[in-house]
Every structure is written in structure tokens, then in C-alpha cells.
């Protein structure tokens, strides 16, 4: 077989782009890319920031998980502590001792990154770096806004955060991946 035809060796071009929409969390644009074999085609993209999310494990093995209303499926949802990676110049982990304290009002001695993924690579520009905190002491969460403000925050034993992954009442899919991978890194350790 040619190199040309050989499966991943064509390089996909951006021939064209436009934006569609610029909002405060997305941003909707169209590329035209060349295709292998010739031709183009239009790919739809969402732009949108990178995000964090946080194991926060503390002495007795519980996770902290926020359960928030979520209306693109009209759930609430069990989740990790998250946010995005919005403010200039500001590194993810720092993004992510941000978000922690907003959310749950804890903040931890010791950080460990434990995965990076991207949940939609077929349409969604997102990063997501999923962190595991230990050492997690209380402090004041400031006033919280918007869905956050209706945010339920509770501690579940680990071992049942990942059972609820495997039995679907998790099912957020950055808190799957990072459960499921803390659960990993946690068994080597």
C-alpha cells in the first residue's frame, strides 16, 4: 500500500473557517478540512475552555462530590468539584485549588495530577485536568452564584463513589474518568 493511502498519514488542513457564535462558555465556528482521497469537508467545532477537576479524598477514604442541576439533560447530577480554566495566565492547578474552595469550601496540603482527557474530541476543543487532593482541611466558601448556589455538597466512601460509577448513579462523565482513574493510581500506590 502507498504511503498516501495508509490509515493516519494524511495531514487534515484547515481550509477554511467561520465563526457561528461567540458566547460566554462556547463558541461555535465551522472548518473545512481536506479530506483523504481529496476533496473537503465541514467539521462543526465548540470552542471552549480547558477545565479541572478534583478528587478531594480526605483521612477516611471519602470523596467530596457536588450534585448541581445540569439543564442540557435536565438532571441533577452527582459530580467532582470542577470549573473552567477562565481566568488569563492562571495554570490549571491553581484553577483547580480555586474551584475547590468555591465549591466545597476545602482546601488541601497535597496535589497529584491523575488524568488529562478531552470528553468530546469529535466536536469540542475542552481539556480536562482531573487532580486527586488529600490533606483537606475546611475553610470559608465565598458566596456562591447561579446553579452553584443551589449545589448539594456531600462525602461518600470511595469504594461506593466507584461502585456508583459502575451502577450508573454517577454518570457525569469527567467524575467517571476520574473516579475510575483515582481509583486506579490509588491501588498502585
Known amino acids: 500500500m502507498s504511503e498516501r493511502g495508509a490509515p493516519g498519514t494524511h495531514d487534515y488542513r484547515t481550509v477554511a473557517s467561520r465563526e457561528i457564535f461567540d458566547g460566554r462558555v462556547v463558541r461555535l465556528r465551522v472548518d473545512t478540512l481536506t479530506m ?12 471552549h475552555d480547558d477545565a479541572v477537576a478534583v478528587i478531594a479524598l480526605d483521612d477516611d477514604d471519602r470523596i467530596t462530590l457536588v ?3 445540569r439543564h442540557a439533560v435536565g ?11 477562565d481566568v488569563d495566565g492562571e495554570e490549571p492547578l491553581a484553577t483547580a485549588r480555586r474551584e475547590l474552595v468555591e465549591e466545597t469550601g476545602l482546601e ?12 468530546s474530541p469529535g466536536f469540542c476543543t475542552e481539556r480536562v485536568h482531573v487532580y486527586l487532593a488529600t490533606g483537606l482541611r475546611e475553610v470559608e ?3 456562591a452564584e447561579h446553579e452553584e448556589a443551589d449545589m448539594e455538597v456531600a ?3 470511595f469504594a461506593e463513589a466507584v461502585d456508583a460509577v459502575l451502577d450508573g448513579r ?3 462523565g469527567i467524575a467517571v ?12 500506590s
Open 75 to 85: 438532571e441533577r447530577l452527582w459530580e467532582l468539584p470542577a470549573g473552567l480554566c
Open 155 to 157: 462525602r461518600m466512601p
Open 67 to 69: 450534585r448541581q442541576y
Open 141 to 143: 466558601r465565598p458566596e
Open 108 to 119: 488541601a496540603e497535597h496535589w497529584r495530577p491523575v488524568i488529562e482527557m478531552v470528553p
Open 36 to 47: 483523504p482521497g481529496g476533496g473537503t469537508a465541514d467539521r462543526e467545532i465548540c470552542g
Open 177 to 188: 474518568a476520574g473516579i475510575l482513574a483515582a481509583h486506579s493510581v490509588i491501588d498502585r
Open 170 to 172: 454517577i454518570v457525569n
